[in-house]
């Protein structure tokens, strides 16, 4: 079962955690002053009531009649406050009504053993407590909008920094060594991510120091290993004849092919290789090619073009290809020219998922026979000078008309090399190209 996962950006998660602390604050404040301010309003009425039902019933004692509405014996007056009185004690009462205006009762004992007792709704005390609650709900919106501006304000700045370090990164993990994440990052406010930044710019220079190693050492090996091959060769040419001659003789030769395909491999990682390009029909240049290095494949030519490129690295890339196509898969083997795109088609049961999944890796050849069926460097030098060329080099398998098989094995394996339209310069860069709007 797959489990959902809700992505969300760092922007809009430090915006909703301030508008929730800013909203879950302005709440608590304002049920703190709206129960302060109702409390003290109701403390003020009920001393005012008592205060004026104590001057009516000096009046009434006096032989006046009650005044301002109060009552002698009201028969409504709260049981509570009526027993109050009556036990000769002065009161007040607080009684909440239905539309939510309070009565505020006030009774005092006489001296006749009556009970003196004023009531009224306080409405002005009701009015300014709504007056005050609609301000704390307006400041509290208002607290919440300010506080997710705040919000869009800060994750804004973080998230920038963050996607251009993450930008920085890809670049440098497509192979960029003169990116450096911290310098993509910039700004003046310095934060966890310039620590972030600082940590993979360490990494990324760590990692090219020791490819840089790891090139050398395999370039001065495969140096070191080329003279002692071309001896051991030349002397097994002088061998006698024999059926140990021809496994000696080649052995030594896939020795050198091995060697030579090494410092290839080598000068192909150092960058310095630089294309010559000539203008070639790319039709006509990749039937005779195929003609000579595969005869029994198919060629096609949909569309030919006229493209500026190196011949003899062409030729290189599609060798390589149909050299793999020849070892790993089954014919029919046909070749597609379409304007500026190259198609090698086999039949076999395709490309390793590492292969479509990483791309080409060198000494990986997909196969658990590692005896005699190649040392995986075909591929990795034809997308190698395909780089050079500044071509894409991309492979994919091609399923049967019913789908895959019962072993999952494709119906065949498709290598594409889309050649550019503008070629790469003698620096190995591309021109500039202006285009000139209407």
């Known amino acids: 079962m797959k489990r959902f996962t809700l992505r969300t950006g760092i922007r809009w998660k430090i915006t909703l955690a301030i508008a929730a602390v800013g909203a879950l604050v302005a709440v608590a404040l304002s049920l703190v002053v709206h129960s302060a301010a109702r409390v003290s309003m109701l403390e003020s009425a009920r001393e005012a009531q008592l205060a004026n039902v104590n001057v009516i019933a000096r009046f009434v004692e006096a032989g006046r009649k009650p005044a301002l509405g109060a009552k002698i014996n009201d028969p409504e007056l709260p049981v509570a406050l009526r027993e109050k009185a009556r036990s000769g004690r ?57 506080g997710a501006a705040l919000g869009v304000l800060i994750g804004g700045q973080i998230s920038r920094r963050l996607r251009k370090a993450a930008t920085a990164a890809q670049r440098v993990a497509h192979g960029d060594p003169d990116v450096r994440v911290r310098d993509a990052v910039g700004g003046v406010v310095r934060d966890e991510t310039d620590d972030l930044a600082r940590a993979v710019d360490a990494m990324a220079d760590a990692l090219q120091q020791r490819l840089e190693a790891e090139q050398r050492v395999t370039a001065d090996i495969a140096h070191e290993l080329r003279t002692p091959v071309t001896g051991l060769l030349t002397a097994a040419e002088l061998l006698p004849p024999g059926r140990p001659t021809e496994l000696v003789r080649d052995r030594a030769q896939a020795m050198r092919a091995l060697v030579e395909d090494v410092l290839e491999v080598a000068r192909l990682d150092s960058a310095s290789e630089r294309a010559e390009l000539q203008d070639v029909a790319l039709g006509e240049f990749v039937s005779r090619r195929v003609t000579a290095l595969m005869p029994e494949a198919t060629v096609r030519v949909v569309a030919d073009e006229i493209v500026s490129t190196d011949p003899r690295r062409l030729e290189r890339i599609l060798g390589n290809l149909l050299a793999n196509a020849a070892r790993y898969g089954q014919a029919p083997v046909q070749v597609d020219i379409e304007g ?44 190698g000078q395909a780089r050079v060329l500044g071509a894409r080099l991309t492979f994919r398998n091609v399923a049967a008309p019913g789908g895959m098989d019962r072993e999952g094995a494709a119906a065949g394996a498709v290598a594409v090399l889309w050649l550019p339209e503008h070629a790469p310069t003698a620096t190995g860069s591309f021109p500039t190209v202006k285009l000139s709007g209407a």
Do not use: C
Request: charge should be neutral.
């Open 90 to 146: 002065r009161g007040t009462y607080v009684q909440e009504s239905g539309g939510g205006v309070p009565q505020v009762w006030a009774a005092v004992p006489l001296g006749n053993g009556q009970v003196l007792s004023l009531h009224n709704e306080f409405k002005e005390s009701a009015n300014m407590v709504r007056d005050l609650d609609r301000a704390l709900v307006v400041g509290s919106i208002s607290v919440v909008v300010a």
């Open 340 to 383: 500026r795109v190259v198609r090698v088609r086999d039949h076999g049961p395709g490309f390793p998922e590492a292969l479509l999944r990483e791309g080409p890796s060198r000494f990986r050849t997909g196969s658990t026979d590692r005896a005699g069926v190649g040392h995986g460097l075909g591929l990795t030098i034809a997308e």
